[in-house]
């Protein structure tokens, strides 16, 4: 029986039974799920956005972590990949696995993020499709989205001087460059915003 | 925000309806329609009908160049539609979309034994050669943006290099179709050469500009 299983799993060669049966499992649950939502089911649905979850982190934190990158980066990609699989969901072929699928919407965005954020795909090691389904994590690192969030709440001035400074990175005068202020003025602005800021994380901790 | 609440998200906004494979097919496969009703639109009003378009050699070659132009276009589509699907790449076969142009070769190669070499010249570049080279590229530029958009907008390609050179090749397919119309040139060779010379040529520029067109 297990051997049948493994069988399905398309992309893998083997001399890790252990993994392979992971693997199989993971993907006969997923398909199992997937094909059910397809056919309308909300509820197979939302099991199906979970179990996947914690497949992209497990596979997202292992390709960042390895090239020095944050828990909260692997986090992103894990709902911008969740994102996207909702929304392009319709490219799901039900007559084939679904482990190629996902793996390659997963790869896809990893190697599109890695571009964006200049690195190398190189650096990065990119596997079979086997590997994504091998592991589960559960441990959710909060996603940078929720600075975008509290963001929103300041005034104009404010974000765009924090944003520039503290989430993109660049310099006082790149920052200033770039909005137009003087330099004095996105310092100010940097001050006063990480005050409200500070006020508001406050505000929602109590 | 939390993973969490993303899912929780996603799963309210989910529609209980359902969804499958076909329905991008037939959005990708309208795109190409509508792409080649353009083109044809475009060869009609810009270049004209070639005057005699349905006498005996003049037509005879017509459904030559709509045969050629209609096997590349048909399995253009046929993996373009694998393509956009992420993951599809390992689904299409460039070698099997290259046999429409091969056929022609060999039926151009064999014309030209027929014929002492001092006409092989005459053969190969016709009346019109360098209107062909211009117009097909030229016609193909606005069904190669339909289908990229249709792509995008309803695919989601993991091989954009591919995925754009199958949408080039679908435009330049389209493209030829239309040109064929008002076309002058009634000879084998003359349509291996430039149509398949310019529908490789939309290929190529669409793998080029693939990656940067078709990102998602």
Redesign the interface.
């Known amino acids: 029986m297990a051997d049948d299983a493994i069988d399905f799993v398309l992309p893998l060669g083997g001399h890790e039974p252990a993994r392979l049966a992971r693997v199989s499992q993971a993907e006969e649950e997923l398909r199992g799920l997937l094909v059910a939502?397809?056919?309308?089911s909300?509820v197979d649905?939302?099991r199906f956005?979970?179990r996947l979850?914690s497949h992209l982190?497990a596979y997202y934190k292992g390709k960042l972590v390895r090239s020095g990158r944050t828990d909260t980066e692997a986090?992103d990609l894990?709902?911008e990949t969740?994102?996207?699989i909702?929304t392009?969901?319709?490219?799901?072929?039900?007559t084939q696995p679904v482990t190629?699928?996902?793996?390659?919407?997963a790869?896809?965005k990893l190697i599109?993020h890695l571009r964006q954020t200049r690195a190398t795909a190189a650096n990065v090691p990119v596997e079979d499709?086997g590997v994504l389904l091998a592991h589960g994590d559960h441990v959710?690192a909060?996603?940078s989205?929720?600075v975008a969030?509290l963001l929103a709440h300041l005034p104009a001035k404010m974000r765009s001087a924090i944003q520039s400074t503290k989430v993109d990175g660049l310099s006082t005068a790149e920052a200033a460059a770039r909005s137009g202020m003087s330099e004095t003025a996105v310092k100010v602005s940097v001050h006063r915003g990480l005050k409200a800021l500070a006020k508001l994380v406050g505000g929602t901790a109590r | 925000m939390k993973t969490d609440d993303l899912i929780g998200f996603l799963g309210s906004s989910f529609e209980r309806e359902p969804v499958r494979t076909s329905w991008m097919t037939r959005r990708l496969g309208l795109a190409v329609a509508v792409g080649a009703a353009c083109a044809l639109f475009l060869a009609l009003a810009v270049l004209g009908v070639r005057p005699g378009l349905m006498q005996g050699r003049p037509l005879l070659f017509l459904a030559f160049k709509l045969a050629f132009a209609a096997a590349v276009g048909g399995l253009a589509i046929r993996y373009l539609v694998r393509v956009a699907s992420p993951g599809g790449e390992s689904r299409v076969h460039l070698g099997i979309a290259a046999l429409p142009f091969v056929a022609v070769a060999a039926l151009a190669g064999a014309s030209l034994t027929t014929v002492p070499r001092e006409h092989w010249h005459g053969q190969i570049s016709g009346h019109s050669w360098l209107e062909c080279l211009v117009s097909i590229p030229l016609i193909a530029i606005v069904p190669f943006a339909l289908v990229t958009w249709a792509v995008r907008r309803f695919g989601a390609p993991t091989d954009l290099i591919r995925a754009g050179a199958l949408v080039g090749l679908a435009a330049g397919a389209v493209s030829a179709l239309g040109y064929s119309l008002h076309c002058m040139d009634d000879t084998v060779p003359f349509v291996a050469v430039w149509y398949g010379g310019t529908i490789a040529l939309c290929t190529l520029a669409g793998a080029v500009l693939g990656p940067r067109l078709l990102r998602w």
């Open positions: 939502s397809l056919g309308g909300a649905y939302r956005l979970e979850g982190r986090e894990v709902q969740l994102m996207v909702h392009r969901r319709h490219t799901y072929d039900v190629p699928w996902v793996h390659a919407i790869r896809y599109d499709a959710a909060e996603s989205l929720d969030r």
